[in-house]
Nanobody
C-alpha cells in the first residue's frame, strides 16, 4: 500500500557531503514521524535522525552538528543532508515513515529498501 524509495547513496570521501532522499507513495492519508536509520553488517540497525510531522527533529549523538533531517510534506519526502562525512558513517541507510493509510486503521511503520553510503578515508 505504501512504498518508500530512497536515493542519493554513493561513495564519498571523508569530509565530503551527501544528500539522501526518501519519497513515500501509495495510499497515504497522513505521514506522522519520519526517520533515517543505518546498519552495518553484524550490527543492529541504528537510529540516525527523526523528524515529526511539524518538523521537530532529533539526532543521534554521533551525527549531531553534521547531519540535518528535513521533510517536504507536500511531496511526502524526507531528506538527510550529511556533511563532514566520516568513514564510520559507512552503512546502508534506511528510511522509515509512520503512515496512516485510511481513517479507520492505526498508523504503522513502513521501511525503504536501503541505500548504500560508503565514506573513504
Amino acid at each position: 500500500q505504501v512504498q518508500l524509495v530512497e536515493s542519493g547513496g554513493a561513495l564519498a570521501q571523508a569530509g565530503g557531503s551527501l544528500r539522501l532522499s526518501c519519497a513515500a507513495s501509495g495510499r497515504i492519508v497522513r505521514i506522522n514521524h519520519m526517520a533515517w536509520y543505518r546498519q552495518v553488517p553484524d550490527k543492529e540497525r541504528e537510529l540516525v535522525a527523526t523528524i515529526t510531522s511539524d518538523s521537530v527533529s532529533n539526532y543521534a549523538d554521533s551525527v549531531k552538528g553534521r547531519f540535518t533531517i528535513s521533510r517536504d510534506n507536500a511531496k511526502n519526502t524526507v531528506y538527510l543532508q550529511m556533511n563532514s562525512l566520516k568513514p564510520e558513517d559507512t552503512a546502508v541507510y534506511y528510511c522509515n515513515a509512520n503512515v496512516k493509510v485510511t481513517y479507520y486503521v492505526f498508523a504503522r511503520d513502513y521501511w525503504g529498501q536501503g541505500t548504500q553510503v560508503t565514506v573513504s578515508s
